[in-house]
């Protein structure tokens, strides 16, 4: 039989017979293994605390510790090794007690030289299906094309877009404005860009400037000094102070009162701040991200919004896109939300039904990112069996379907040139919420997968 190609493998050998050990490790040896031996289950049990092994060969009946205990004590710390318990006294129903506590295979003694070369080289086809298994996700991972900013997920050219620019500005001190409507995911950019930042370690300290009331939202910026107003009994810092040396992240700024957007273009031009009730100032050292659902250029022109602070925070703008121009993201949304419920819910989900996907990817998405992972908890707490179905969704998921707007659809009267037109629409339409699987858009578009690429072919539709 051809010599096993182990790589220089660690194997540890235990039984209590000395010869057994002595002829084991001879013939392993010169196979390849880097061979060690112990003549009991307590002495392997040191043994494996202090070196990992590839492959273990273990005898059932020692004294001390025998073989299905040693099992049973050392199931911890022996997972990732291929385990083949060895007994001249074995029986079926041993053999699949072995199994249960994680042995790979058993041999019966007597056994012949080729037997256990056999048996090891079962074991190392296993262990090198389970690498080519690990490499093949991993590269199917990378295949997806999905990539991560901070704790969001995308795989979209638009998002993409939006991580590359924030990753860029992340290195650098510049205030930052970041557009979109709400439920966008304004603040996990926010996040990304302070943690990719160097000033990382730092704290960064969110605040909701159309959660404050206007009449405490200067001293809970800025601070104030005892006995600057009825009630402050002691000095307090504000939020600003509280950033120092990180990041402040003022959501909603386009909800700042007119009078304080005056002090902060005055903390943005000098980086100085002066508490409620104080009469000297305090330089600080903080990055401004500011994030607003607004049209700020409009808000300026209505005089809501002062035009120099604007110019001031909008250094550099990212805008994130609604979930409703970016559907090539919805799949892989639903499945980092599904992973992230099953954990935080101790569930088993393992997918969407089509039709669930289905109306997942017709809905309109009103509440965009933050509306989708409300809908998928939701159906992870309702769900009862391993596939979510339409039923765990929101009963507002689907009666909200994106508009489709025929106008200048094409120019002329004919029937059969308007047909072929709107088949061509819907079906890169149908290519695009599906991310360009064929199979689902198929499902969406109500015909055969045949008769989808025959389409395909003929209208030349590139995905």
Request: aromatic fraction near 6%; hydrophobic fraction near 40%; include cysteine.
């Amino acid at each position: 039989m051809d010599d096993i190609d182990s790589g220089s493998k660690n194997l540890l050998i235990i039984d209590d017979e000395e010869n057994m050990r002595h002829m084991l490790s001879a013939m392993l040896s010169r196979s390849g293994y880097h061979v060690d031996t112990a003549p009991d289950g307590l002495e392997a049990l040191q043994m494996i605390e202090r070196t990992f092994y590839d492959f273990i060969l273990c005898d059932i009946r020692m004294p001390n510790m025998d073989g299905m205990q040693f099992l049973k004590s050392a199931r911890d710390k022996i997972r990732a090794s291929t385990v083949i318990m060895m007994s001249a006294y074995g029986t079926i129903d041993t053999a699949i007690a072995a199994m249960k506590l994680g042995a790979y295979d058993y041999i019966s003694k007597p056994f012949k030289s080729d037997e256990v070369h056999l048996a090891l080289k079962k074991a190392e086809e296993r262990e090198n299906l389970k690498k080519e298994n690990r490499w093949l996700k991993e590269r199917i991972r990378k295949m997806d094309s999905e990539i991560h900013f901070g704790n969001m997920v995308a795989k979209s050219k638009s998002m993409k877009a939006v991580f590359r620019l924030a990753e860029k500005v992340a290195q650098f001190n510049t205030t930052v404005l970041i557009c979109g409507e709400s439920g966008t995911g304004k603040e996990l950019i926010a996040r990304g860009i302070h943690s990719k930042s160097q000033r990382s370690q730092q704290p960064i300290v969110p605040v909701n400037c159309g959660g404050i009331p206007e009449n405490l939202l200067e001293s809970e910026l800025f601070g104030y000094k005892k006995g600057a107003f009825t009630g402050a009994d002691r000095d307090k810092k504000g939020l600003f102070e509280e950033a120092h040396g990180g990041t402040i992240f003022l959501d909603e700024i386009g909800e700042l009162p007119i009078s304080l957007q005056v002090k902060l273009l005055r903390v943005l031009q000098e980086n100085e701040i002066r508490a409620v009730g104080d009469s000297k100032t305090k330089t600080i050292d903080v990055r401004v991200i500011a994030a607003t659902a607004k049209n700020l250029d409009e808000e300026v022109r209505k005089g809501t919004f002062r035009e120099d602070l604007f110019y001031r925070l909008n250094v550099v703008q990212i805008v994130l896109p609604p979930l409703r121009e970016r559907l090539q993201d919805i799949p892989l949304l639903c499945q980092h939300f599904l992973e992230h419920f099953n954990i935080m819910l101790g569930k088993d989900i393992e997918e969407i039904a089509p039709s669930a996907m289905s109306l997942i990817l017709k809905h309109s998405w009103p509440g965009n990112v933050r509306e989708l992972e409300n809908a998928i908890e939701r159906a992870v707490v309702l769900g009862e069996e391993q596939i979510i179905d339409p039923g765990n969704l929101p009963p507002e998921i689907g009666t909200h379907p994106r508009s489709f707007d025929p106008d200048n659809l094409f120019a002329g009267y004919s029937l059969k040139t308007a047909q072929k037109i709107l088949e061509k629409k819907l079906i890169a339409k149908a290519l695009r919420e599906t991310g360009g699987n064929r199979t689902q858009a198929a499902r969406l578009l109500e015909i055969s997968h045949p008769s989808l690429l025959s389409k395909i072919k003929t209208y030349n539709i590139t995905e």
